[in-house]
């Protein structure tokens, strides 16, 4: 019979992985291996987030979205996870900001945005997003986003691709069926009814030190857990994207690897050889982090490292004579 206790723990658990965060996983998650340790360095030590060269809000279709800029360079959009904010990507902040100018937004509901009245949609931020880059003054940004914020920055690409000259999508599927099958029955589950076992986790509290209504906490929970249960499949228009695009996956991820190389395909990558001239080579990218699960890989030095030359238009093409310059 389980008690209580097991049965609160339950709660915490399903709750974390099916809102793809890390909040409780990457706390007790062992580490080995050379990403892992990375990770497991970039956990233990002691992360200041930077303070931003400017904060404040944009009102955009009824959302009044959090936002702060970090850094200096060609802008770059950056969307955290579920029931994460900006700050998820402390960590990762130092390295960004050193070569770009960061424009972090906290989605619909999370951080320091309001949950509003409507329905939490990816399909509705991706469009909300644009308002707040045109009121900010951007014409055009790459973006990158993790998880719940790769969804939002997909849509964005999809709705309003004049905004995006290149898209990084890391942790996140193109259609439900992406995520592995267990984890299906548990996003399901996700509602109100968690909320109180939830208010001593790491991800509770962080949610609550921020958020300008914590009280909104069981409603933010209800609109997840509705987003979730929602399918959807977005192949046709990821492959009308035409601006480059890197995927960015673990190879202990969410999300099946046989997604992975469809999302890719989709994007016309890997579709056939490259030659030897690199004649062939597609503009899109698809990366699988070594040792790293859905829950590390917004917080890995690797996920910057991989995604930065990428976003600066660098080829990664060898050194040895007969190269080919690649096609940005």
């Given at each position: 019979?389980?008690?209580?206790?097991?049965?609160?723990?339950?709660?915490?658990?399903?709750?974390?992985?099916?809102?793809?965060?890390?909040?409780?996983?990457?706390?007790?998650?062992?580490?080995?291996?050379?990403?892992?340790?990375?990770?497991?360095?970039?956990?233990s030590a002691p992360a200041t987030k930077p303070t931003p060269s400017k904060?404040?809000?944009?009102?955009?279709?009824?959302?009044?979205?959090?936002?702060?800029?970090?850094?200096r360079g060609e802008p770059l959009l950056l969307l955290h996870g579920g029931?994460?904010?900006?700050?998820?990507?402390?960590?990762?902040?130092?390295?960004?900001?050193?070569?770009?100018?960061?424009?972090?937004?906290?989605?619909?509901?999370?951080?320091?945005?309001?949950?509003?009245?409507?329905?939490?949609?990816?399909?509705?931020?991706?469009?909300?997003?644009?308002?707040?880059?045109?009121?900010?003054?951007?014409?055009?940004?790459?973006?990158?986003?993790?998880?719940?914020?790769?969804?939002?920055?997909?849509?964005?690409?999809?709705?309003?691709?004049?905004?995006?000259?290149?898209?990084?999508?890391?942790?996140?599927?193109?259609?439900?069926?992406?995520?592995?099958?267990?984890?299906?029955?548990?996003?399901?589950?996700?509602?109100?009814?968690?909320?109180?076992?939830?208010?001593?986790?790491?991800?509770?509290?962080?949610?609550?030190?921020?958020?300008?209504?914590?009280?909104?906490?069981?409603?933010?929970?209800?609109?997840?857990?509705?987003?979730?249960?929602?399918?959807?499949?977005?192949?046709?228009?990821?492959?009308?994207?035409?601006?480059?695009?890197?995927?960015?996956?673990?190879?202990?991820?969410?999300?099946?690897?046989?997604?992975?190389?469809?999302?890719?395909?989709?994007?016309?990558?890997?579709?056939?050889?490259?030659?030897?001239?690199?004649?062939?080579?597609?503009?899109?990218?698809?990366?699988?982090?070594p040792n790293l699960t859905h829950y590390e890989v917004f917080m890995s030095?690797?996920?910057?490292?991989?995604?930065?030359?990428?976003?600066?238009?660098?080829?990664?093409?060898?050194?040895?004579?007969?190269?080919?310059?690649?096609?940005?």
């Amino acid at each position: 019979m389980t008690g209580q206790g097991d049965t609160t723990m339950s709660h915490i658990r399903v709750t974390a992985l099916a809102i793809a965060l890390t909040s409780v996983a990457m706390l007790t998650a062992p580490s080995s291996g050379s990403a892992q340790s990375a990770t497991s360095d970039a956990r233990s030590a002691p992360a200041t987030k930077p303070t931003p060269s400017k904060k404040g809000h944009v009102l955009a279709n009824g959302v009044n979205y959090y936002y702060e800029i970090h850094g200096r360079g060609e802008p770059l959009l950056l969307l955290h996870g579920g029931l994460g904010s900006i700050d998820m990507f402390t960590p990762l902040l130092p390295t960004l900001a050193n070569e770009r100018q960061i424009i972090g937004v906290d989605l619909h509901g999370h951080g320091r945005t309001a949950l509003g009245e409507r329905p939490i949609s990816l399909i509705d931020i991706g469009d909300d997003l644009a308002i707040v880059l045109e009121r900010l003054g951007y014409e055009k940004v790459d973006v990158m986003g993790y998880s719940f914020g790769g969804g939002a920055g997909l849509r964005l690409a999809i709705q309003h691709p004049s905004l995006v000259r290149r898209l990084v999508v890391a942790s996140a599927p193109y259609a439900r069926d992406g995520f592995h099958a267990e984890m299906l029955p548990l996003q399901a589950t996700v509602g109100a009814a968690m909320a109180e076992q939830m208010k001593q986790t790491p991800m509770y509290i962080s949610y609550a030190a921020i958020a300008p209504r914590p009280q909104d906490f069981p409603r933010l929970l209800d609109r997840m857990g509705e987003l979730m249960r929602q399918p959807y499949d977005w192949a046709e228009d990821v492959k009308k994207l035409q601006m480059p695009v890197m995927l960015i996956f673990g190879d202990a991820d969410m999300i099946r690897p046989d997604h992975m190389v469809r999302f890719y395909q989709l994007l016309g990558g890997g579709l056939r050889d490259a030659g030897w001239m690199r004649e062939h080579m597609s503009k899109n990218r698809l990366a699988i982090l070594p040792n790293l699960t859905h829950y590390e890989v917004f917080m890995s030095p690797l996920l910057a490292t991989t995604a930065l030359p990428f976003l600066n238009g660098q080829s990664n093409a060898p050194s040895w004579g007969g190269q080919v310059k690649q096609k940005n």
